[in-house]
C-alpha cells in the first residue's frame, strides 16, 4: 500500500504541476494510503497530519478554480 501511496503523490504532483484540480483527488488518495499504512503501528500524529491532508486535499479541489467559495 505504500507503493500505491507513493504513485498517487506522484501522480499528484504532475497534474497539480500542470494545473489540474485532479491532483488534490490524488494527494488526498495518497493521504488515505499512507494513513492505512501506518494505522497498525499508533503513530497519531501523522494520522492527524494525514487527516489535515486530506482535508486540505477536499479543500483544494473545491476552491481551486472559485476563491470565493
Known sequence: MDWIGA???L???ELL???NRY???AL?????CFAYVQWPYGLWG?????GICVIQSI???IHWRNPNV
Not at 28 to 32: E, Q, Y
Open 23 to 25: 491532483g488534490w483527488v
Open 11 to 13: 501522480l499528484a504532483t
Open 28 to 32: 488526498g488518495a495518497c493521504s488515505l
Open 59 to 61: 479543500y483544494g479541489f
Open 7 to 9: 504513485a498517487f503523490s
Open 17 to 19: 504541476r500542470r494545473k
Open 46 to 50: 501523522i494520522q492527524i497530519l494525514n
